[in-house]
């Protein structure tokens, strides 16, 4: 008797023991436990996604927000996985990759994020060479996997950009990250159709244009899910000193003419007035508002003219401006002073500047 009941507990206990080793090994089975975003799709597990771009990236051009790429996309991924991606944008009509970054580190954490989406070239050449794009991009995508370790990330070649330095620099730092990079020029040219038809300005696509960017996109993801792709990683930089904090210095150093300071802004309507601020580092841009009434300045790096910056946008909006990069490390004295003219789309009769402070890399 004592030995039956002996043979009994053994026989209980093999039995839990095996079914132990069973389930812990189907949980290691691919996809059982998904972990990346190309998992998730194939286990039908919903996605956080995050949008970090320029006026591209906030679907500017669509007739309404149902024929931006990025809906388009999430009606995609449902049909094809039947999963519901959850949005958030990080995005900015104009912006360069120098205001996401700074946009970035500013915004509250999403917790955790899947999938990244980073849109930016076309206005960045407008304002900064190749090598200074590349800096403040890898920048940007190391940040970005900084703060969401798990993030996959898909690189956007915007349709309209045509500097190939900058479509280079693109794909060079994707390729170094493991970041998968979509060119949407090809789509557009293998269309067929002229530019006139697929965008509305020839910079920005129409409802036909974003159908070939969501097109194009999930055709990538599906490609990458059945090939069980790797996501990005966070590789050794490329550029040195690329692990960037940008501070803000709302410290004034001088000020001339009749500037006025209110609720943190520095205002002011009068030609010649000027405002100083002193920093140290090798890059530098301008908290500032942008509106209807914006006017124009002139901006001086220790005495040299470097640029003039317009304060015009249709729109009342705080804009992180990028000015310059690849100063000198040391002191710099900045002086921003206020043009006699103002930008050609202000047709109102004012033309004021407003400056709330400057930002620069973070002392280390």
Do not use: C
Not at 133 to 154: V, W
Not at 212 to 235: C, F, N, P, Q, W
């Amino acid at each position: 008797m004592k030995r039956r009941k002996i043979g009994i507990y053994f026989f209980i206990i093999t039995f839990i023991y095996g079914l132990y080793h069973l389930f812990d090994s189907l949980s290691k089975v691919e996809g059982a436990n998904p972990t990346n975003m190309y998992q998730k799709l194939s286990s039908k597990e919903n996605i956080n996604y995050l949008i970090i771009g320029d006026s591209i990236g906030r679907g500017s051009g669509a007739t309404s927000k149902s024929s931006a790429w990025f809906t388009r996309l999430e009606k995609h991924l449902h049909s094809e996985f039947g999963i519901k991606a959850k949005r958030h944008s990080i995005v900015q009509s104009g912006a360069t990759a120098f205001e996401g970054l700074y946009k970035l580190q500013q915004s509250e954490h999403l917790g955790k994020i899947d999938l990244t989406f980073i849109v930016f070239g076309e206005n960045d050449r407008k304002y900064m060479d190749e090598t200074q794009f590349s800096y403040f991009y890898e920048g940007l995508i190391r940040k970005t996997k900084q703060l969401y370790p798990d993030t996959e990330i898909i690189t956007i070649t915007e349709n309209p950009l045509d500097n190939e330095a900058f479509v280079q620099a693109i794909i060079n730092i994707s390729s170094h990250y493991g970041a998968k990079n979509v060119d949407m020029r090809k789509p557009f040219e293998l269309s067929g159709l002229p530019a006139e038809e697929l965008t509305k300005d020839l910079v920005h696509p129409n409802d036909d244009g974003y159908e070939i960017y969501a097109d194009t996109l999930i055709k990538k993801i599906r490609e990458l899910t059945g090939s069980h792709a790797d996501i990005a990683e966070l590789s050794a930089p490329i550029h040195e000193n690329v692990d960037i904090e940008i501070s803000s210095i709302p410290h004034v150093t001088d000020i001339s003419g009749s500037f006025i300071h209110k609720d943190g802004i520095w205002e002011s309507r009068k030609a010649g007035d000027t405002l100083e601020y002193q920093f140290s580092g090798p890059f530098l841009g301008v908290d500032m508002i942008r509106s209807e009434k914006g006017g124009k300045m002139d901006v001086f790096i220790d005495d040299v003219y470097i640029t003039s910056l317009s304060a015009w946008w249709p729109l009342t909006k705080e804009r992180y401006q990028y000015i310059v990069s690849g100063l000198e490390d040391g002191q710099h004295l900045v002086k921003f002073i206020v043009a006699n003219e103002k930008s050609v789309n202000n047709s109102t009769d004012d033309a004021v500047i407003q400056i709330s402070s400057i930002l620069t890399r973070a002392d280390q």
